[in-house]
Structure formats: C-alpha cells, structure tokens
C-alpha cells in the first residue's frame, strides 16, 4: 500500500497527500516542494486544543528549516470559525511582517484548515499554505481540493475561496489523542465517500467495523488513503464544483440546516449522518434504494456512535435554513440522492414536503419516548 497520492499530477494545481505515523517526515517533504525555505517565514496555524498536544513538537520540528517560524493559535469550535478570528490573524502576520513568499501552515482540525486556507487566499492576494491535519474528517474531507473559508452570521462556510495547499501531510497517530466522539463525527464523512462513489468500500467498511472502532493502526490508514482517493479522484476532475463534485455534498443540505437549528451543538460529522439517513429516506421513498438498502444505510451508522434520529426540532424550522444554504440554485436546491450504494446523483427537484417527511423520519418525539 502506498501511502502517497498525487493530486492533479502534471498539471497546474498539483500536490501530494502523504500518510504517515508521525511528524517525522514533514521536513522531508517540505524540502520536495521547489522552495527555498531558508528564504521564508512560516506561521503555524492552530486551536488551543491541538497547540497543547502538537504545536511545540511541530514548531521545533520547523524552526531549523525556516528563516522564523511563528505559532498562532485560536479557541477551538466552529463559533471561531469566523471574520474576527481571520482578522486577529492578518494582523499578526503584518506585525510579523510576512511577505508573498511565505507561507501558513495549517495544523488541526477542519475549522484549522478551512480558516487558515482562506487566510492563505486572501493576505497579499494569495500565499502558499500546507495543511496538517489532525482530526479524520479534515483528514478525509476537509484538507483536499481546497475549499476554504469560515463563517458568516448563521450562514455556514458563506465566506471563502477556491485555494489549493501545497501539500497535505497526515500524521495518523494523532487520530488515537482525538476524543473519540471527534473520531466517529469523522466516520460520518468516511461513510459518505463510500456511498457516493464505492460500494465494495462501503462492504469493506461493515466487514471492518470491530477495527476501525479499535482504531486499529493498519485498517485505520486503509480506510484514510482509500477515502482519501475517492476524494481526489472527485476534485481532480471538478475542482471549482461545477459537477460532480457536489455530490461530496450527500447529507449535508440537512446536514448544515440541522447542525445551524442545534447552533453546533451537534459537531459536523454527526449532522451529516443525520443529513445521510435523510437523503437515503427521500431515495427510498423515490424507490431508488429498496426497503433493505434503505435500512442498512441508516443502521450502518450506529455501530460508530454516529445518530440516527433526534430530539427536539422543528422540522419546518430546520427546512427553511436549507433555502439559506449556498447549495440553493435558482432552479431549487441540489440535493444529492443515492440511486445504490456506491451511486450518488444530483437531483434539483426534491421539494420542501420531501423534506419535512425525512425529518419526520428522524425526529424523536415525546410520543416515541412515551412508546
Ligand atoms: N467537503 C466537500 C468538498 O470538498 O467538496
């Protein structure tokens, strides 16, 4: 098993996703890149959270190739994933005098990487970034293709900028110091990748389930490259999300809706579960997935402590935030149907009564508690 991708190879936006067990040879690999890196100042980007575990280690790590390394570090949670945090950081790169030539680095998990890749695109016009991810969803999902951005209001990523990383180096041993709710939110996007693109992997991961909860180091990296790859092979081919790119998007049209109605109190991967069983319902319901398929998909969920239902919404509330969604098109919002395990499609005419059907499907109700 390889564990190096290259993305985009020969062509404009190219880079590596490398999978390793340490941090140990990020120097290696940022010495590949045709960089002089004794010529520029880097600044690490992280939460308060990882800096604890990892921001030392990386800094003494980087310190001996750069002219200066810098550390910045925010709260972590989605409620700093905002215009405040971008700024606080612009400031201290000018303070520090950071020019064209150097470079962010990205080290935590998708909030880390979505908001320093936005900085990235937008301080001086642009400079280069690499992202480190540290969680598995950004692992999976959120370092590769570069969609970055942060939050605007109660408007979910509204603000943000196609920016490609330069590299995207995983040191999977910190997926055993993730808390293990952080860990099975990231199962969410791993099962979503399975679902749209590849059955066999989807089969793979019900065979793997005992390992992949044990976070069993071989299987761990297996699943990581393997969704890793469907991502990439999406991207590559539609960078800007003109096509099918969107359909990395299954489960999140309620997915954001339900995770904006909860104020984040759900954390993103549980809401996309959420988002996928609700898909899979309207599919069913559209006799594209059978009775047994439909079953399957939701309860595949709960072995990784993903939800499958939940308390206390207002359905019409939680389908009025899916019109605000940056998914909503003039011609209706693109929401994205299974037609099998392993098939996903992009569908503009899944209407609101569709909508609140699903979430009746899932909404646990006093009545349910009461039976
Ligand atoms: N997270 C979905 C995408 O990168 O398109």
Redesign the pocket.
């Known amino acids: 098993m390889s564990n190096r991708l290259a993305v985009n190879k020969d062509k404009k936006f190219c880079y590596d996703i490398v999978l390793e067990q340490d941090f140990s040879k990020l120097p290696e690999e940022l010495n590949r890149l045709d960089w002089d890196l004794k010529e520029k100042k880097a600044c690490i980007v992280t939460d308060d959270n990882v800096e604890k575990l990892y921001g030392k280690e990386l800094a003494n790590l980087l310190s001996p190739l750069f002219d200066k390394v810098e550390l910045f570090s925010f709260p972590a949670g989605e409620e700093h994933k905002n215009l405040e945090t971008v700024q606080n950081l612009y400031t201290v790169l000018i303070e520090k005098q950071f020019n064209r030539k150097d470079i962010l680095i990205a080290l935590g998990g998708g909030v880390v990487g979505d908001l320093t890749g936005y900085c990235a695109a937008t301080y001086l016009r642009g400079i280069d970034f690499i992202q480190v991810p540290t969680t598995l969803l950004a692992q999976v999902?959120?370092s590769i293709?570069g969609?970055t951005g942060v939050d605007f209001s109660q408007y979910k990523n509204m603000i943000g900028a196609f920016h490609m990383p330069k590299l995207v180096y995983m040191n999977l041993s910190t997926l055993q110091e993730l808390p293990k709710r952080q860990y099975f939110a990231g199962m969410g996007e791993v099962m979503k990748s399975a679902l749209i693109k590849d059955g066999s992997f989807y089969e793979w991961i019900l065979d793997k389930m005992y390992e992949i909860c044990e976070l069993e180091p071989k299987t761990v990296e297996e699943m990581v490259l393997t969704t890793c790859t469907i991502k990439k092979n999406i991207?590559e081919k539609d960078p800007y999300?003109k096509g099918d790119?969107a359909l990395?998007?299954l489960g999140h049209t309620l997915g954001h809706a339900i995770e904006k109605y909860k104020n984040f109190e759900l954390l993103h991967g549980e809401c996309i579960a959420l988002g996928t069983v609700c898909a899979a319902f309207i599919s069913w319901k559209r006799e594209l997935l059978s009775d047994d398929e439909y079953y399957e998909i939701r309860d595949m969920f709960v072995p990784f402590y993903l939800p499958i239902t939940i308390e206390d919404i207002e359905p019409e509330k939680i389908v009025e935030l899916t019109h605000s969604d940056k998914k909503m098109e003039k011609s209706g919002i693109k929401f994205i149907l299974l037609k099998k395990v392993g098939k996903a499609v992009i569908d503009k005419t899944v209407t609101d009564e569709e909508m609140l059907a699903a979430l009746g499907e899932i909404h646990f109700t006093d009545e349910d508690k009461k039976a």
Do not use: Q, T
């Open positions: 999902d959120s293709g969609k991207v999300e790119r990395l998007n």
